[in-house]
């Protein structure tokens, strides 16, 4: 079975606000264990975490070796102030600041740094993003210094604007990475940067209710022309299914995910090469 290249242990894949609160009075280990359970049963071994506000993830990297698993975390992201990523992490208001996190991070026992230069899809408005996204010197200058600081860098993005400043940031990663047109995966296949897609945290809420289909459908469709292009170009990509997240059950959702992968580009030898190969690199880049 595939790792898990993007997760968040501290959500429960059902509801954001109530998985938070049972951690209120503290972190609670039986909710750690019972989602490492699930990557024990789902046959995962390797998960990448994506940090959280509340020290969930910081746990996990104690417990996560009683069940087998290699687990690596930010810790928590970070995230500009006024902006998208409150949820999981930090936030910093300049450049000093900002490196002032990155050494918490380290001090905390950080396995990379986490950034969030974007927002999240606009359901209501096909196409968009919500905020704004950060500027690209600014994001250059937030992946230098974590790099100077021995830190790989896994990046938050989606949007053309988005995805191409934080590729020509040198990210080592782009999550999520939605609404990218044909130049932005040109670029992105060209550089060492690998693209997380996290496909089923919208296919997954397809016939849910939560949304209208019919919104839902041009995402997921985006999504899959992105992703034939990816292979196509021979862009590094690996499996990550933002485990946690609404519908997206921890163990399940990166099988889930490898589903999605294979029923758009077919189950050939070669793809399934082409997303080892995509895990391999966030490994190299990941693991201290």
């Known amino acids: 079975?595939?790792?898990?290249?993007?997760?968040?242990?501290?959500?429960?894949?059902?509801?954001?606000?109530?998985?938070?609160?049972?951690?209120?009075?503290g972190v609670q280990d039986w909710v750690i264990e019972k989602h490492l359970q699930a990557y024990k049963d789902?046959?995962?071994?390797?998960?990448?975490?994506?940090?959280?506000?509340?020290?969930?993830?910081?746990?996990?990297?104690?417990?996560?070796?009683?069940?087998?698993?290699?687990?690596?975390?930010?810790?928590?992201?970070i995230h500009k102030e006024g902006h998208y990523g409150a949820i999981v992490g930090r936030s910093f208001s300049n450049l000093r600041e900002y490196h002032k996190r990155v050494l918490e991070a380290k001090e905390e026992g950080a396995d990379f740094v986490k950034i969030m230069t974007t927002g999240l899809l606009d359901f209501d408005n096909h196409g968009k993003?919500?905020?704004?996204?950060?500027?690209?010197?600014?994001?250059?200058?937030?992946v230098h210094i974590a790099h100077q600081e021995g830190f790989a860098v896994m990046s938050h993005t989606n949007g053309v604007y988005g995805v191409q400043a934080a590729v020509e940031a040198g990210v080592d990663s782009v999550e999520h990475g939605n609404y990218m047109d044909e130049e932005t995966i040109t670029m992105l296949a060209e550089s060492e940067t690998v693209w997380v897609p996290t496909l089923v945290t919208v296919r997954n809420l397809l016939g849910d209710g939560r949304y209208e289909d019919a919104?839902?459908?041009?995402?997921?469709?985006?999504g899959e022309r992105s992703l034939r292009l990816?292979?196509?170009?021979?862009?590094?990509?690996?499996?990550?299914?933002?485990a946690g997240a609404y519908r997206v059950p921890h163990g399940k959702g990166i099988q889930d995910e490898m589903t999605a992968f294979l029923s758009i580009l077919g189950d050939t030898q070669e793809v399934r090469t082409w997303m080892e190969?995509?895990?391999?690199e966030i490994k190299r880049r990941f693991l201290p």
């Open 215 to 222: 919104a839902l459908l041009p995402i997921v469709q985006w």
């Open 42 to 77: 789902a046959g995962v071994f390797f998960v990448r975490d994506g940090g959280d506000a509340i020290g969930v993830s910081k746990r996990t990297k104690e417990l996560a070796g009683d069940y087998g698993i290699d687990y690596r975390t930010p810790i928590f992201a």
């Open 129 to 142: 993003i919500t905020g704004t996204p950060l500027d690209r010197e600014e994001v250059k200058e937030m």
């Open 277 to 280: 190969k995509g895990e391999e």
């Open 230 to 242: 990816a292979f196509e170009k021979g862009v590094k990509t690996a499996l990550g299914s933002d």
């Open 1 to 25: 079975m595939f790792g898990e290249c993007h997760a968040h242990i501290f959500m429960n894949g059902v509801n954001y606000k109530k998985a938070v609160q049972i951690h209120a009075d």
